[in-house]
């Protein structure tokens, strides 16, 4: 069966550093691949997703995340982070076409001053 | 609004009652999803719907059932609730090619179990 794993829990960053939340899946072949955002109260929103082609791929509010096929991961990056980044960040992976995805437990996000 | 329309938002009851959550999935969407929420399981699928059937089921207890109606909107019911289901309940929606193209969630429904 998939799994993700994201191992921090919590990760904490000044505003203007870089960010790279970290994101290993277990599955075979190459699995779908997502990030999502939750900000307090709030559903989850799509951030990026890969399926295939280019390994880096961009996605919203200048976030972007590497497939490493050799490692299993897909970690998030962003080069300077603001303080509206603050929120909850979910991996998830889907293991075949139709399947459903499957969430990592989640990694949150503080942006101190 | 992401266009995933979930009511309520909040849901106070008592335990062994029974509550229904509603969602209407994004214009055009077929599946439905349902995810519940909670601090220490994260993150867990229930169940899929497509266009009215019952597509895949994940951890959802036999006290938990789910419909999707002809107008795709679906129910999510919950009965003789404990104390352990308090949760955010999560409602998502795809087209036919949900794993390629993602799910649009809800703002979720938070369930209190008293």
């Known amino acids: 069966a998939q799994s993700v794993t994201q191992p921090d829990i919590h990760i904490t960053v000044s505003e203007g550093a870089s960010l790279e939340l970290r994101c290993n899946y277990s599955y075979g072949a190459t699995p779908y691949l997502f990030w999502y955002v939750q900000s307090p109260g709030q559903g989850l929103q799509l951030l990026l997703k890969?399926?295939?082609?280019?390994?880096l791929v961009q996605g919203i509010k200048g976030f972007e995340a590497e497939f490493k096929r050799s490692q299993s991961s897909f970690n998030l990056r962003k080069p300077s982070v603001h303080w509206s980044d603050a929120a909850e960040y979910f991996c998830a992976v889907g293991a075949q076409r139709y399947s459903t995805l499957t969430f990592g437990k989640g990694t949150m996000l503080l942006v101190s001053p | 609004d992401s266009g995933v329309t979930q009511t309520p938002k909040h849901l106070i009851t008592a335990t062994g009652q029974r509550v229904t959550l509603r969602c209407s999935p994004r214009s055009g969407d077929l599946s439905v999803y349902w995810y519940q929420q909670s601090l220490d399981q994260g993150l867990q699928f229930l169940i899929q719907y497509y266009n009215g059937e019952e597509r895949a089921k994940g951890n959802i207890l036999e006290r938990f059932s789910a419909q999707q109606f002809p107008d795709l909107h679906s129910e999510l019911n919950l009965s003789s609730l404990e104390l352990g289901d308090s949760a955010l309940y999560f409602c998502?929606?795809?087209?036919?090619?949900?794993?390629?193209?993602?799910?649009?969630f809800g703002s979720g429904t938070r369930l209190t179990v008293v």
């Open positions: 998502a929606s795809s087209d036919v090619g949900g794993t390629e193209y993602g799910y649009t």
């Open positions: 890969y399926f295939s082609g280019d390994t």
